[in-house]
């Protein structure tokens, strides 16, 4: 086993890529799928290096959301993001 084999038993259930959309659309756009999903499911994402990588992250996990892997893609870079339910 390789070092990313736990990282190859995580179940992506979405995918979204906002690469090249601008802030804030491409985080309104992430928000909106992460609503759209089950608890604990899990959104591999793809988001801009710079500003993006800055922002997005800190964004989510300020919403409760649990970033699991965070690396880089052939463009950009490749989030797994679980979303976890919000507290009322």
Do not use: C, W
């Not at 906002?18 to 802030?23: A, K, L, S």
């Not at 922002?55 to 699991?68: D, K, Q, S, V, W």
């Amino acid at each position: 086993m390789g070092p990313s084999s736990s990282i190859g038993k995580l179940r992506v259930d979405q995918s979204l890529d906002v690469r090249g959309i601008e802030r804030p659309a491409s985080y309104v756009q992430t928000v909106a799928r992460l609503q759209a999903m089950a608890e604990n499911d899990v959104l591999e994402l793809y988001i801009d290096e710079g500003e993006a990588l800055n922002t997005i992250p800190f964004g989510l996990r300020a919403e409760g959301h649990e970033i699991l892997v965070s690396e880089p893609a052939s463009a950009g870079v490749r989030l797994l993001v679980r979303k976890r339910a919000l507290l009322l």
